[in-house]
């Protein structure tokens, strides 16, 4: 089963299996006509997609995105930072209070006006010296922020993701 989930059925190309059997010659052509019809209706992808939609996103995806935000955050706390990493930081920011708003984990203490506090002077700070760096409380913060949005990226659903995603692309 498990090889057939990324798989299409394409009515144009013909298998073995999906043959008709060959019609006597007392069935007329509309008899044929229906059965071809019947079988061209079948669709592997019909219920495959709402059930995955249902699914957290894959571990070994999760675990990369984690990763990625966890090197930049890191970056910006020893000082190695980038205008990058101060933008995408925001980014999951953003998308993880657009999934507290969806009922998905909660952050109590932290505000986004405290965050955008932070990761202005940070940008600021940053595009002066050239060194972008985030300390005390705004480093605190973006850790409480991210490793809250590790928690999702492993438990909410792909259909929870996607309508954030689309929600920051309006943004």
Same mark, same amino acid.
């Given at each position: 089963?498990?090889?057939?989930?990324?798989?299409?059925?394409?009515?144009?190309?013909?298998?073995?299996?999906? =043959?008709?059997?060959?019609?006597?010659?007392?069935?007329?052509?509309?008899?044929?006509? @229906?059965?071809?019809?019947? =079988? @061209?209706?079948?669709?592997? =992808?019909?219920?495959?997609r709402? &059930?995955?939609?249902?699914?957290?996103?894959?571990?070994?995806?999760?675990?990369?995105?984690?990763?990625?935000?966890?090197?930049?955050?890191? $970056?910006?706390?020893?000082?190695?930072?980038?205008?990058?990493?101060?933008?995408?930081?925001?980014?999951?920011?953003?998308?993880?209070?657009?999934?507290?708003?969806?009922?998905?984990?909660?952050?109590?203490?932290?505000?986004?006006?405290?965050?955008?506090a932070?990761?202005?002077?940070?940008?600021?700070? $940053?595009?002066?010296?050239?060194?972008?760096?985030?300390v005390?409380?705004?480093?605190?913060?973006?850790a409480?922020?991210?490793?809250?949005?590790? &928690?999702?990226?492993?438990?909410?659903?792909i @259909?929870?993701?996607?309508?954030?995603?689309?929600?920051?692309? @309006?943004?």
């Amino acid at each position: 089963m498990a090889a057939l989930q990324g798989l299409r059925w394409d009515p144009g190309v013909a298998s073995s299996f999906d =043959r008709a059997p060959q019609p006597a010659a007392t069935h007329s052509d509309n008899s044929m006509h @229906r059965a071809d019809q019947s =079988r @061209r209706q079948y669709s592997f =992808r019909s219920t495959r997609r709402p &059930k995955m939609a249902l699914l957290p996103i894959p571990r070994p995806v999760a675990d990369d995105l984690s990763l990625h935000h966890h090197v930049l955050l890191e $970056g910006l706390r020893t000082g190695n930072g980038s205008l990058y990493a101060c933008q995408y930081l925001t980014s999951v920011a953003m998308a993880a209070l657009l999934l507290v708003d969806q009922g998905y984990g909660s952050l109590d203490g932290v505000s986004f006006d405290e965050l955008l506090a932070g990761i202005a002077q940070t940008t600021s700070s $940053g595009g002066e010296t050239g060194h972008y760096h985030m300390v005390g409380k705004v480093f605190e913060n973006f850790a409480r922020v991210v490793a809250l949005h590790d &928690k999702q990226l492993y438990s909410a659903p792909i @259909r929870a993701i996607e309508k954030t995603r689309a929600m920051l692309a @309006r943004l």
